[in-house]
Structure formats: C-alpha cells, structure tokens
C-alpha cells in the first residue's frame, strides 16, 4: 500500500486551506477503497485511516499554533485511540491539560475545532483537566474506558504521562468493579438486540457476538492485566495462540462488513440492514443469482459471531475465577469422566472427547439430569471445541450417539439447557448433517426476524415452555400436558425448516429427513411416519386459519380429512402456535390466537362427530335464530317485532353471524329509522378484535370506502364479511386492530364511526381520492401471486399474496368494482411486509367468474399490485 502520496505530512503549508484538505481527504478515502476493492488485509486499511487522520491533526495542531510552549496534550481515545478507524467513524479526541486553559489557548483549541467541523470530520472531543478526568472517569465507566485507550497525537508528553499514572492507580477503576459493569453492559447490549445475533437485521458492533464482545475482553485485559493486546493473554495462559488467531481472524471479518457498511451508506451504521445487504455483499465480492450473494455473506457473518460468543463466553469465565476469585471449591463426581464444579460440568480427562466422540453428547444427558448444572465449564468448552473441529464424520453416524442422543429428546429436561447449549455450541450442526446446512441461513419472505437454525431454536424453547405459560397458551398447555410421545413434536420442531434453502418444497423435503432420521434413530414405522407428516403439514393450519374461511363447514371438513385423529390435531396445534410465535414479536396477538383455537375445536368437533356425518346447515341456521330470540325476549323484544326484520335478511347471514352478533345487530337495527344513512356500531367484545359492522344502503364500493376510512384511522383489517339483504342493504362487518395488535382505543371509536359513514354518504368523493400503491424499490423484490381456488356455490375464490402497503385493501377493492365484481368475503392476513388475502366474489347476476373473466382480473391486479423494477 504506498500511503506516502496521500500522507498530510507532504502537504505544504501554504495548502493548509479547507478546500485542498477537503479534497486531499477525499482522494485518500478514494484509495482507501480501492485498497479495499483490491482485497488488501483489513487491519491495515483501518490501522491506515487512523494513521492518515493522526498526521492530518498533527499538522492542523502545529498550524493553529500549539506548540510546545503549552502542557497541553491531543489525545486519541476510544476507537481512534486503539488506532482503528472505519470510513465513518467517529474521531474521539480529548484535550487535555493539566493546570487548566488560559484565554489563549480556549481560543486556538477553538480553531482547531472550526477547522475539523469544516472539514466535515466526524468528530467527538471533549477538553478536560487532569483533574476533570479523574472525577468524571470516576463517575462514568464510558469515559474511563476511553481513557483507558487512550493516546498521545500531539503535544506535552508529560501531562499525558501524568494522566497515565493516574488511570492506572488501583483506586481510579478497581479492576474487579471494572469487570463487573461491563459484563453487565454486556449483558445489557445483547438484550437489547434481541438477546442474541442471529436476526436477519444485526448489529455488527453490539449485537451478540459484535465487535464490542472482542473489545470487552480487551478493556478487561488491560485494565487487569495491563495487556497492551490480546496476544499477551497467551502469556497468561488464558487463551492459546491458535484461540488468538481465531479472535483477530473474527475480528477482521467483522471489520470488513462494517467498512463495507459505512461505505455503502456513506453514514456510521453498525447494523446490517437488508436496504443495504445486496450492495454490501457485492462490495464484499459475494457472487450468485438472486440472494445468494446474501446468503453467502451472511452465513459468513453468523459463523463468525458464534465463534466469538464462544470465545467471548470462556474467556469471560477464566476472568471470573482470575478477577472476582470466584473459584469453585465444591465438586461432585458424575462419573470417572465428569463432575459437576460449582454449578457447571467439567470434563475430567483431557482429550476424553477427542477419543470418545460419544461422550460429546453425553455431556448434554448430564446437564439434562442435574439441575444444579448451569454451564459448561470453560476448560471443557476448549476441550469441546477442539474435538468438534477434529471430528471426521457426523455425529450420528456413531450408534452409541444415536441412543444418548433420543435420550436427551424423551428427557423432561432434554429440550431446555442441554438442546439450547448443543444449539450454541455448535453440536447440533456436528449431529446431524441437515441441521449444518441451516446454520446462519438467511429467509428471505419479509416477516421472520431470525436466521432458520435460530428461528427453529426458539420454536424448541416455546414449545417445551408449554408446561409454565398457561396464561400464555392455555390450550397448547392443555394439549402439551396430556402428550404421551412429546419427542415427536420435538423431532418435528427440529425438522419442519430444516430444508429451507434448498430446491423444492422445504416441508416435503423435510419430511424426507424426518422420516429417515426416525428410521435411523430406532423409532417405529408410525412415530417416524407422524414426524415425517408434521414436518410436511407444518403450515398447514395457519394456512387454513389465517387464509381460509373457517365458518364453511366444507373448509372444516377439508382440513379435519388432512389431520385424521384427534392425535395430529394436538401436535399440529402445539408447533403451529409456536412456530407462528417463534417468526419474531409482533406476529402473535389475540386474532391469531382466536383463529387458531376456533379452528381447533370446530376440527375437533368434526373428527367427533365423524366426518361422514357433516352438520345441517338449517340446523345450525335455526338453532341460532332460536338462541337469539330468547336473548331478545329476555330484553324485552318479542319474536313478532323482530320476524319482519329477518325476513329482510337471506339466509347466509344467520349462517355467518353467531347469536350474539345476531342479537348485537337486531337490537340497533330495529331502532335504526332513517334507512337512508348508514348505521355504524362498534363493539370491543370480540377476543379476535374489534368487529366494526355497517349496514348501508349496498353499493359496489363500500369495500374500498370503508377499508379505506379505516386505514386512514391507522387500524389494521383482520377479517371482512360482505353481505347483503334481500332488499339490497349491506349488513358487513370488519374486524380491525390498532398497529399494536389490540381493539380500537376507546376515545377513537367515534372518529371511526363518523369517517365511515361520511364515505359511504359521499362515495364519489372518497373514492377519487383513493391513493395508488406506493411502488417503491423493496430489498427483496417480492412479485403479486394471484391464485384461483376450487369454485363453489357460484362463487369465485381468489387468494391474494402481495407487499403490504397503505391502501392496499382499497386498490384492490377498486380493482373488483371495475370488474363489476361482487364482494362476499375478505380473509386478510398480514405478515411482516407481506399480505396474504383471500376474497370471494361473484358476478352482479351471482355466479362464479368465467375462465376470460378470471384471466382479465389477474392481469388487473397484478398490474395493481406489482412493485416497480
């Protein structure tokens, strides 16, 4: 790297002005990046750019005049003051003095701030005594710690000397105390970023794994150690040298995303956001057809944070003993191999995995056997690493593993610790060969907020949280508690994803695996054949549930004939609730719940009943009738002033509306008098939502007019029925929630109410102003997928899969009045960015769309809905 050229000591002093700096700064940072494009080593790119800035201060000091004659000091800390510099990073300076700041020296320091501001630099100074940094590093471990990293740019030698001193006295940070707070920050970090790393969206720098795990084990070297860098630890024997190398090769790695980052974004970000994924990995030289650059990229970076979370956690462990002296003193023998020192499990004999790769897995029956046992303890985790990269073939092709292995499945306690410490250190991917392919696996459909190895891991943990979160999941804890095989769900869990990224139906595939892994683990033909079909039907209820009109029998019929017995009920229910909930945290709330659970009792009630003998449709028809007319008798309306009402409505609406909402909608209907004006009502009864029903005079737009008024009120649609009465009313009802998942704030129902009916008096004028979708470039470019479904009862079933977007219900409510389409039903699901809808229509004259009719209204709404290129 020939940085002689570009280096600020060459330039002439008469070229000290803003606009030749401006452009010397930005010809180096032009061939910085093309060092960087050149694949020159990363650290010296950073240690370059520090370098570069270091000399571009020096002689920006000297030009304001502080020279020697003053004790004043230009100290890097921080970052810079550990020589690392990325593109955007801040400068952190301290001016330091140690008698104080005469008038003329406030005013050259101010001058030398001026000139970095008008440089554009990003720059973060504070100007402080000797004495100011004692009382303030004292008060604050942020500014210790920069301190602490801190180094002479320019100026008096002696004061920073004398600030060295002063850092390094016992009582300023004791090291003990130091370690304390920044495991707690630690701690506090990862939590903030979702607990662990492995989103689909990281924090390069805080996130689990991030670069500040390498700097804290810096900061606590230094501060007790003095080490000046973590290659002196290797003379402490707290790491080896092949561990060191291992920490700067992640480090490095890590490095270059966040360069590559700050480039493509041209501001200081940590995260990786998928905005700017594409155009990282392409600047990182990542290559492939659609997302594989991505992926590659980003397996890349999760395979590098597991390392240093592993690192980060031994190293963490021998400054506990070395630092705090917490030192077990209390062992309890397992077995001549193992033993329980403290609260974590010790391998006795060195290089036991090694010769014994069965013993790997038999660790994790130990942990799930004693609860005392809270960890590994970190000798063993280095004695587990280095036999897991000696390994020459899986795990499972071991039989003895094999055994130890369904052990720890059937154990109570199997799927908590031990499945989540075989997750995170890696035994899992060494187990089984699928599962190694999952690791750091990118998703890319918009609403999973984790890798599929992580996503997988959290199902586990919620489905065997089952027995402790009935308030949670009270019918999945219900179902869990009466299992008599949980195993199967478990083995299901472990492999209803676990062939995502490969080519084909990941849930077939995966049923494969599934059915092999069974075959191969001694599990008889019908277990390994109910994993095999959990794993292929994984999706199957939330489908039906969420996109599917579960108040027609034929549709209860349908999904009951795919379940079979009430047995594939209880396991599809358990991993479908917490799949759902395992995506991220805003997919589950109370519509989902409810959908979830009517579908599961009215299956349930099918599968009772026998699915050769479906419920009378008139029946049900008259029983509700009946229920609500004692209701209403009960409230003081007779059956003779209510008949005439009914006789109104066709017999669809006794059949989609329960009793109470029958009752609900007589009582206001019968006091309603102008005809002419909508009546709106509202109720927050409804567990699944806020159910906003109108009855209108019916008109061809009132779907795009009211979902339009209620996206304009910031509320979500969950589920639309579109009726209407012999006599041309509409008698509709929406269910809506507010953007945190719950009903409608109470001071805003009217607002609501007063909207619809203002749009549905005045719908030319509402409609016209109806806003087409946003086209926007998305990061993942996601095309409209229009389906036509099974016709029925001269209907026409369109499902509908598209990017969420503000006015999407509307547009294509629009779309169905141009065709002159009417609507039946509305099924709305929204899944991160992505909607998935199903609508039943019909013609004016009632009957179903023609093969031309349907091929027209494709083409419309794809025309609608597609993102631009």
């Known amino acids: 790297m020939d940085f002689e050229q570009y280096s600020p000591l060459n330039i002439q002093p008469k070229d000290l002005t803003i606009p030749f700096l401006k452009n010397h700064l930005q010809a180096f940072s032009d061939w910085q990046l093309e060092q960087f494009k050149a694949k020159q080593h990363i650290n010296d790119i950073v240690a370059m750019r520090a370098l570069y800035v270091d000399e571009l201060l020096g002689r920006l000091w000297d030009f304001v005049g502080l020279d020697e004659s003053y004790d004043l000091s230009l100290l890097a800390v921080g970052g810079y003051g550990r020589g690392e510099l990325h593109p955007k990073s801040d400068i952190d300076l301290l001016i330091l003095s140690d008698h104080g700041f005469s008038k003329t020296s406030e005013g050259k320091i101010g001058q030398l701030i001026t000139l970095l501001w008008d440089l554009k630099l990003d720059v973060g100074n ?5 004495q100011d940094c004692i009382e303030q590093g004292k008060a604050d471990i942020t500014i210790a710690t920069s301190m602490i990293e801190s180094r002479l740019l320019k100026g008096n030698q002696q004061t920073f000397d004398k600030l060295q001193e002063v850092i390094a006295e016992d009582d300023f940070w004791p090291s003990d105390k130091f370690f304390t707070i920044k495991k707690e920050e630690q701690f506090g970090r990862h939590k903030n970023c979702r607990g662990d790393g492995y989103t689909l969206e990281p924090d390069i720098k805080n996130g689990c794994g991030g670069l500040r795990d390498i700097q804290t084990i810096a900061w606590v070297s230094k501060r007790h150690f003095d080490a000046q860098s973590l290659l002196e630890l290797t003379s402490y024997g707290y790491i ?9 090769d992640c480090q490095s790695q890590l490095w270059m995303i966040r360069f590559a980052v700050h480039t493509v974004t041209n501001r200081p970000d940590n995260r990786l956001l998928f905005d700017f994924q594409s155009d990282v990995a392409k600047l990182l030289g990542y290559t492939g057809q659609r997302n594989e650059a991505v992926e590659q990229m ?72 004693d609860k005392r046992i809270k960890g590994i303890y970190s000798a063993t985790l280095r004695e587990l690493r280095e036999a897991r990269r000696c390994l020459t073939h899986w795990l499972q092709n071991i039989p003895e593993c094999r055994s130890v292995f369904m052990e720890i499945i059937r154990h109570p306690r199997g799927m908590g610790l031990p499945f989540t410490l075989m997750y995170e250190h890696g035994v899992l991917a060494a187990y089984i060969p699928q599962w190694s392919r999952i690791v750091g696996q990118m ?22 949280n089952y027995p402790n979160s009935k308030a949670e999941h009270p019918l999945a804890h219900e179902i869990f508690k009466g299992l008599e095989k949980p195993e199967l769900l478990f083995l299901a869990t472990i492999f209803h994803d676990i062939a995502k990224g490969q080519q084909g139906d990941h849930s077939t595939l995966g049923a494969v695996d599934a059915l092999a892994f069974c075959g191969l683990h001694g599990l008889t033909r019908h277990e390994s054949k109910v994993v095999a079909w959990l794993v292929e039907h994984h999706l199957t209820m939330s489908v039906t549930a969420q996109r599917r009109d579960i108040s027609d029998p034929n549709v209860i019929i349908e999904f009951a004939k795919t379940v079979r017995d009430e047995k594939h009920l209880n396991l599809l229910y358990c991993l479908t609730v917490a799949d759902i909930c395992a995506t991220n945290e805003e997919t589950w709330n109370s519509w989902k719940a409810s959908l ?10 099918a599968l009772r009943r026998g699915l050769e003998n479906p419920p009378d449709v008139r029946d049900r028809i008259r029983d509700r009738q009946q229920k609500a007319l004692t209701v209403l008798a009960n409230q003081g309306i007779s059956e003779e002033y209510v008949r005439p009402l009914w006789k109104r409505f066709r017999l669809n609406y006794f059949f989609r509306y329960t009793s109470a ?98 749009t549905l008096l005045k719908p030319h004028i509402v409609n016209s102003n109806i806003i087409r979708l946003e086209r926007v470039k998305r990061p993942f470019k996601f095309e409209p997928q229009i389906t036509f479904l099974p016709t029925r009862r001269k209907r026409t079933q369109i499902e509908v899969v598209a990017f969420d977007a503000p006015g999407i219900l509307a547009n294509i409510g629009t779309v169905f009045v141009d065709h002159g389409l009417m609507l039946d039903t509305a099924k709305i699901t929204t899944i991160g960015e992505r909607a998935e809808d199903l609508f039943i229509v019909s013609t004016v004259e009632g009957d179903a769309l023609t093969k ?18």
């Not at 504070?126 to 000797?130: D, E, G, L, M, N």
């Not at 567990?687 to 979500?716: C, H, M, P």
């Not at 031309?852 to 290129?869: C, G, H, I, N, R």
């Open 298 to 369: 980003m397996k890349m970076f999760y395979q590098t944070i597991r390392r240093v979370k592993e690192l980060n956690e031994m190293l963490l462990q021998y400054f506990d003993e070395a630092i705090l002296g917490n030192v077990a003193t209390e062992f309890h023998d397992i077995d001549d191999n193992f033993r329980i020192r403290g609260n974590k499990i010790e391998l006795t004999t060195s290089g036991y995995f090694q010769e014994n790769p069965e013993a790997i897995i038999q660790l994790f029956v130990h942990i799930a056997d």
């Open 852 to 869: 031309e009719q349907e091929d027209a209204l494709k083409a419309s709404l794809m025309y609608e809905l597609s993102p631009s290129t």
């Open 126 to 130: 504070s100007v402080r005594t000797i």
């Open 240 to 248: 080896t040298q092949a561990e060191y190398h291992e920490i700067s």
């Open 596 to 605: 979830l659970r009517d579908l599961y009792y009215k299956t349930l009630t």
């Open 443 to 464: 998703q890319f459909d918009l609403f999973h907020a984790y890798t599929v190895d992580a996503h997988t891991h959290k199902l586990a943990k919620l489905i065997n």
């Open 661 to 758: 909402q029958i009752c609900w909608h007589t009582k206001h209907l019968l006091t309603h008098q102008d005809h002419d004006r909508p009546l709106v009502l509202i109720s927050t009864e409804n567990a699944r939502g806020s159910e906003i029903f109108v009855y209108s005079k019916d008109i061809r737009t009132l779907f795009s007019s009211v979902v339009t008024e209620i996206d304009n009120k910031k509320l979500s649609v969950q589920d639309a029925k579109i009726l209407s009465s012999r006599d041309n009313y509409s008698l509709s009802t929406f269910t809506v929630l507010e953007e945190d998942g719950e009903h409608i704030d109470v001071d805003k129902i009217q607002r609501v109410k007063e909207a619809i009916i203002d």
